[in-house]
């Protein structure tokens, strides 16, 4: 039987700190962070919900495998720390996390980025359980991206390789993205871009989206539907960048497999077909054709990549 797992997925604005065992979630505890700046004060705040879970689930710590964590920004997980962030959190490349989890809680620890925690977690429990070749995408506030070659989670010399998918360029002059480069997939067509994307759109002051107080991918896809024309030109400009990506991706990490999560993913009717038929007749693969797949994990897909980043069997 597999053993438990403590598991905690951080995001820019809130996380979930979860028991985890095998491809079941426990018991879950989700926290609003918008307003958490360092990340020091929010370790106390996951010893506190981690040992509350575990209390509530008479499971003593020493039964449990270990504690996992999945952060919004780069991070080793061979060496077992942050390496760099984005905005937030910026105290965590200082932090010994290894030695804060033995004492607060006696629990082993391993942490790696978010976008490599959801893809081993989709392939632990999700959609890309039994391949070995894979690549993540994850479509949200950001692009996420992460690869695991020949059944490895690919890092790189320094642990950024594979991570950065939603940085790759997709458009020549385009906007400034906040990683430092020009055009990357996430400027153009992430939760972030969109609004200044849409404001600056041709006719935007005449579409329905012009009356929405959020403009968010929700909104786009709703009033897509409906017919709406600003709607329709950016959501179609959007599939096209992301169908752009993942050929890029295809070409450079070789997937058998691409898995795309995140919210915008309600919309996987209107998304996967786009995806699928522009890698069809795009993405040079002799040896047959990559199969798009949405995520099937939700939000904290991340949180089943625990077992498999602390048994090391990635
Ligand atoms: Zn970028």
Redesign the pocket.
Known sequence: MDRCVVSIDLGGSHAAVAVVQGAKLLASREIELDHAQDLRPVLDIFANAVRELLRELQIPAKDCLGLALGFCGLADGRIGRVISTNKKYEDAPGIDFNEWSMRELGLRFAIENDARMALLGERHAGAAHGYDNVVMITLGTGIGGAALIEGKLLRGKHAQAGC?G??LPAKVGGRL?????VG?S??EASGWALPIMAKEWKGFEHSALAQREKIDFRALFELAKAGDRVALEIREYCLQVWATAAVGLIHAYDPELIVIGGGVMRSANVILPHIQQFVNEHAWTPWGKVKIVAAELGNHAGLFGAEPLLTGNV
């Open positions: 950065l939603g940085h993205c906040t990683c430092g480069a990357c996430e400027a």
